[in-house]
């Protein structure tokens, strides 16, 4: 192993970071915030200094139990509206986030220690994807009525499947949410969501603004942990299907949970999303797409462009012009400036990222750049380039879900798919080449929900996101949201 290149990242600290305004204490259910069940509490950290910002409930099966209530009590009605209504509902969301973006971007950079570049994109993001669904939800298409059997007309009703339990991620608290209650609402059903526990301020924020917006009932959020309140969801009879975005682990928890009351299950879970760059693409603009796509939110994001497999005719000149590219990476905590990355989530994710860059250690890989915590104040990791990766090894199928990029070698096409496929994950990918048969073929054939061509982790919410093998199933965004969260009826009508 070689000594890394630069170990001089330090962070840029805001001498006075912004102040977020935090919501009420409770759990939001039946359209107001009323106390928890349970009198216990969990801290809320802001990672990048952190200082407690405040406490919420850590919430129990009861509290889960009368969310479910709610969500079943409000149904019927809500499902009642018309498309038009619950699109004017949901462009009030948008308006409504819209005018206290500052409010919600500053207590997503508190909550998680993101930059500012980050959360303005974030808060843009869910703005957006409410405007989307709004839209969407008046435009559903299916098959036209007709005679399909002799003397027997058929229609096809599209219909709310019902309650839907939600459970977000803590990497993107607010467009996560925003990613599952605008098609959920938008077709018709009541929710009742689980953020994390770590980063639950922004959707309580939410709750607390659109309270007088949205029937009471139809959006509940119920905070606490996972193996509580989560769990209880899954498994809750009046829950008719529960949606989660999160790792592997916690999807295979989730649908065996679900499994007993035979509900459906929406699952976007981990990735490891290989960068496939060929002898003939556009070296430069492969390194800077690296340099924004596997770095952008810290690496704690499902497609960063971790994993690189380069041919190794332009492996030399790619890696040397990649890790000049990272070294110039600016890190820092919120409100510091022109800050590219932030911190890792917490203290325990901190220590799990460093704990992998150990075990690049022990398998003897390169580090040309970072590796390292940075000392100070916050839960910091230098940007880290790992070289001289061999096929097969922890790094190129373990998720690190950090600043930490790999990169490997490749001489032939047929090796290069081959290798980007052996992985458990199938949620994104990306090819970097200039020839245009190459650019249709290799992606018909890489196993990923989502492939770029000379570009990475660029994301359109007409566009469906979600993956295949371990990645989970179902997909976010588009119109295809709203199928997912919708069901299926047939009525054949005798004419004879």
């Given at each position: 192993?070689?000594?890394a290149e ?7 600290r ?7 305004a935090?919501?009420p204490f409770?759990?939001?259910?039946g359209g107001?915030?009323?106390p928890?069940?349970s009198?216990?509490?969990a801290?809320?950290v ?6 407690v ?8 099966a009861?509290?889960v139990d009368?969310?479910v209530?709610a ?7 809500w499902?009642?509206?018309?498309p038009?209504?619950?699109s004017?509902v949901l462009?009030?969301i948008a ?10 971007e500053t207590?997503e950079s ?7 570049a ?6 843009s993001?869910?703005i957006d994807?409410?405007r ?9 298409s299916?098959?036209?009525?007709d005679?399909y059997?002799e003397n ?11 309650v839907?339990?939600v459970?977000?991620p803590w990497n ?7 990613w ?5 609402l938008?077709?018709g059903n009541t929710?009742v969501?689980k953020?994390?526990?770590q980063?639950?301020?922004a959707?309580?924020k939410l ?6 917006e949205?029937?009471a009932?139809?959006?509940n ?9 989560g769990n209880?969801l899954?498994?809750?009879?009046g829950?008719?299907?529960?949606a989660?975005?999160g790792s592997?682990?916690?999807?295979q ?5 679900a499994?007993?009351s035979?509900?459906r299950?929406h699952?976007?879970?981990g990735g490891?999303a290989p960068?496939v760059?060929?002898?003939d693409?556009?070296?430069e603009?492969a ?7 596997g770095?952008w939110n ?15 005719s ?10 000049r590219e990272i070294?110039?990476i ?15 989530i917490s203290k ?6 460093l704990?992998a860059l ?11 750049v970072?590796?390292?915590a940075i000392e ?11 070289t001289?990766v061999p ?5 190129t199928?373990?998720e ?10 490749f001489s032939?096409?047929e ?7 052996e992985t458990i994950?199938g949620?994104?990918?990306s090819?970097w080449t200039?020839?245009s048969a190459?650019s249709?073929?290799?992606p ?7 492939v770029w061509?000379?570009?990475?982790l660029?994301?359109a919410?007409?566009m469906p996101?979600g993956g ?6 179902g997909?976010d965004?588009?119109s295809?949201?709203l199928d997912?969260?919708s ?5 054949m009508y005798n004419?004879?």
């Amino acid at each position: 192993m070689t000594t890394a290149e630069k170990t001089s990242f330090t962070v840029l600290r805001a001498e006075t970071p912004p102040v977020p305004a935090l919501p009420p204490f409770g759990q939001f259910i039946g359209g107001k915030f009323v106390p928890s069940t349970s009198g216990e509490t969990a801290d809320v950290v802001n990672p990048a200094t952190e200082e407690v910002l405040t406490q919420v409930p850590a919430g129990t099966a009861e509290d889960v139990d009368a969310a479910v209530a709610a969500a079943v009590a409000a149904k019927a009605s809500w499902a009642a509206t018309t498309p038009r209504d619950r699109s004017a509902v949901l462009l009030k969301i948008a308006d409504i986030i819209e005018k206290n973006r500052e409010v919600f971007e500053t207590l997503e950079s508190a909550n998680t220690g993101k930059p500012a570049a980050v959360a303005e994109d974030d808060i843009s993001s869910a703005i957006d994807t409410f405007r989307f669904s709004a839209g969407a939800a008046r435009a559903f298409s299916t098959l036209g009525a007709d005679d399909y059997a002799e003397n027997h007309t058929s229609v096809i009703h599209r219909e709310p499947v019902g309650v839907v339990g939600v459970i977000t991620p803590w990497n993107y608290p607010l467009l996560m949410a925003a990613w599952k209650i605008a098609p959920v609402l938008g077709a018709g059903n009541t929710l009742v969501l689980k953020p994390s526990e770590q980063t639950p301020l922004a959707t309580l924020k939410l709750a607390e603004l659109i309270a007088d917006e949205v029937p009471a009932g139809v959006v509940n959020i119920v905070t606490g942990p996972g193996r509580v309140v989560g769990n209880r969801l899954s498994e809750h009879p009046g829950v008719d299907l529960v949606a989660i975005t999160g790792s592997v682990g916690s999807g295979q928890k989730v649908a065996a949970s679900a499994a007993a009351s035979v509900k459906r299950v929406h699952l976007e879970l981990g990735g490891k999303a290989p960068v496939v760059v060929f002898d003939d693409a556009d070296l430069e603009a492969a390194a800077k797409g690296v340099r924004s796509a596997g770095f952008w939110n810290g690496g704690q994001e499902c497609g960063a462009a971790c994993r690189v497999l380069v041919h190794e005719s332009v492996a030399e000149k790619f890696t040397e012009l990649l890790v000049r590219e990272i070294s110039e990476i600016t890190v820092g905590t919120p409100g510091a400036g022109d800050a590219e990355i932030g911190s890792m989530i917490s203290k325990a994710h901190y220590e799990r990222v460093l704990a992998a860059l150990e075990d690049v250690r022990k398998d003897g890989h390169t580090i040309a750049v970072g590796g390292n915590a940075i000392e100070g104040q916050g839960y910091f990791i230098e940007p880290t380039v790992v070289t001289n990766v061999p096929a097969g090894a922890p790094i190129t199928s373990n998720e690190i879900f950090g600043p930490v990029v790999s990169v490997e070698t490749f001489s032939t096409d047929e090796e290069a798919v081959t290798r980007a496929n052996e992985t458990i994950y199938g949620l994104a990918a990306s090819v970097w080449t200039k020839d245009s048969a190459r650019s249709l073929t290799v992606p018909r054939r890489l196993d990923f929900g989502t492939v770029w061509v000379n570009s990475h982790l660029v994301i359109a919410t007409e566009m469906p996101w979600g993956g295949f093998k371990g990645s989970g199933y179902g997909r976010d965004l588009s119109s295809y949201a709203l199928d997912d969260f919708s069901r299926t009826k047939h009525v054949m009508y005798n004419r004879g």
